[in-house]
């Protein structure tokens, strides 16, 4: 990674082994590493055992907490992969927000992916932007994604990508490029920004 490298955290929000959540974020991770100039960092919430909330952390899950805050920390941008679970995003995807309240991730862009097996998808999505950035501080972008029918998306073999398939990419591709324009963007307003952070943390 070249100090300048532009860093992005993917977070694949799902709690399942093996999600397709995890598979649209390496997906991602394969466009942003493509693009050049991007130090993309995966983190999977299912490989890591986030307590529900910090006052019950056992060792092991400050280990965890401290590898997703170290993460998120040092991006200049996030990418979250959401999956739809009974109409909302995933009790564990919440618990990883609430873990991100100490200015790791103020005024750093996100770029949402909601993932859905069937037609869902926007649930979580309205959830998200609606009740996650009072105390994170997070700035979603205007652009979101939905990935519907995800198993049938991003095919491994090249040879069986359809022309829906590559309108989606790149469609994907130009939410991605967005992201890394408000990444760039931000970084020199965060400096201007800490002060009224360290006053008001929680917004009140
Ligand atoms: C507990 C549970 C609840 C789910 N509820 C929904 C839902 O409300 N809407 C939907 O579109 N898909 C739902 N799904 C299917 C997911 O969209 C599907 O599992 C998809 O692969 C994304 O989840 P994943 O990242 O965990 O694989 C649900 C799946 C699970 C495991």
């Not at 920390?73 to 919440?94: F, H, Q, R, T, Y």
Request: hydrophobic fraction near 45%.
């Amino acid at each position: 990674m070249e100090t300048s490298d532009t860093r992005i955290m993917i977070l694949a929000g799902s709690p399942r082994p093996g999600s397709e959540s995890l598979r649209v974020a390496q997906v991602m991770q394969r466009f942003l590493d493509d693009q050049g100039g991007i130090a993309p960092q995966l983190l999977d919430l299912a490989q890591l055992d986030l307590p529900k909330w910090e006052d019950e952390a056992a060792d092991h899950e400050t280990l965890a907490l401290n590898t997703l805050r170290e993460a998120a920390d040092s991006a200049d941008a996030l990418v979250i992969v959401v999956p739809e679970w009974g109409g909302m995003a995933p009790p564990a995807l919440k618990a990883a927000l609430l873990a991100l309240t100490n200015g790791e991730v103020a005024h750093k862009p996100v770029l949402l992916i909601a993932v859905s097996a069937g037609i869902g998808g926007s649930y979580p999505i309205a959830e998200l932007r609606a009740s996650c950035t009072k105390n994170a501080h997070l700035v979603f972008i205007p652009d979101h994604l939905i990935v519907r029918h995800v198993e049938q998306q991003f095919p491994a073999h090249p040879g069986d990508k359809t022309a829906d398939h590559q309108r989606l990419e790149l469609r994907v591709k130009s939410s991605l490029s967005q992201l890394i324009t408000y990444a760039r963007a931000l970084a020199p307003v965060r400096p201007t920004l800490a002060r009224a952070l360290k006053a008001y943390p929680y917004g009140h």
